[in-house]
């Protein structure tokens, strides 16, 4: 079995403090609230000429640039069929059935995701992360996985891994 090595960020560092709200069983939606989320990155890879696989201190500002965004933020899901998004210069306008909601257009993130669970929240990040490590770093980890925490003891993580050319 060959070597693995794995650099961490914790979650302390990466916290995002945001509103948000979930549809569910095809047609519910929740009552708008937030959450003190945490994110935890880990990647996966070889050695580099500095013996790390990634550096710690870029890994964390990296993420952190990521989880900035969504910070006091609305985190609003563009990709819903249920919650409908009418977007203007200076608002969003947020409508399910007949629930009605209009936030400043700055105090929202929209994300290309179908609802803000855990479980996507996870996969944003890591897929923005695995793209700025690719395109400024020239670094693609073999594993990365995203965890994150919407309150204690309970989080979601998405995994990724790198696809291995058949021999
Ligand atoms: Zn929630």
Same mark, same amino acid.
């Given at each position: 079995?060959?070597?693995?090595?794995?650099?961490?960020?914790?979650?302390?560092?990466?916290?995002?403090?945001?509103?948000?709200?979930?549809?569910?069983?095809?047609?519910?939606?929740?009552?708008?609230?937030?959450?003190?989320?945490?994110?935890?990155?880990?990647?996966?890879?070889?050695?580099?000429?500095?013996?790390?696989? !990634?550096?710690?201190?870029?890994?964390?500002?990296?993420?952190?640039?990521?989880?900035?965004?969504?910070?006091?933020?609305?985190?609003?899901?563009?990709?819903?069929?249920?919650?409908?998004?009418?977007?203007?210069?200076?608002?969003?306008?947020?409508?399910?059935?007949?629930?009605?909601?209009? !936030?400043?257009?700055?105090?929202?993130?929209?994300?290309?995701?179908?609802?803000?669970?855990?479980?996507?929240?996870?996969?944003?990040?890591?897929?923005?992360?695995?793209?700025?490590?690719?395109?400024?770093?020239?670094?693609?980890?073999?594993?990365?996985?995203?965890?994150?925490?919407?309150? !204690?003891?309970?989080?979601?993580?998405?995994?990724?891994?790198?696809?291995?050319?058949?021999?």
């Amino acid at each position: 079995m060959p070597e693995r090595f794995k650099v961490h960020v914790s979650k302390d560092y990466l916290v995002f403090c945001s509103g948000h709200f979930i549809s569910y069983e095809g047609d519910k939606c929740e009552r708008l609230h937030g959450h003190n989320y945490r994110a935890f990155v880990e990647v996966e890879g070889p050695l580099d000429e500095n013996f790390y696989v !990634f550096d710690f201190i870029a890994l964390k500002t990296l993420t952190k640039t990521i989880t900035d965004e969504l910070d006091h933020r609305m985190m609003l899901p563009t990709r819903n069929r249920v919650i409908l998004l009418e977007e203007s210069a200076r608002s969003v306008r947020v409508r399910y059935k007949d629930r009605e909601w209009v !936030f400043p257009r700055d105090d929202c993130v929209l994300l290309p995701i179908e609802n803000t669970t855990a479980e996507l929240l996870a996969r944003y990040i890591g897929e923005r992360l695995r793209e700025v490590l690719r395109s400024t770093h020239r670094f693609l980890p073999d594993v990365m996985r995203v965890e994150v925490e919407e309150s !204690f003891g309970q989080s979601a993580s998405w995994e990724w891994r790198t696809e291995i050319a058949p021999a």
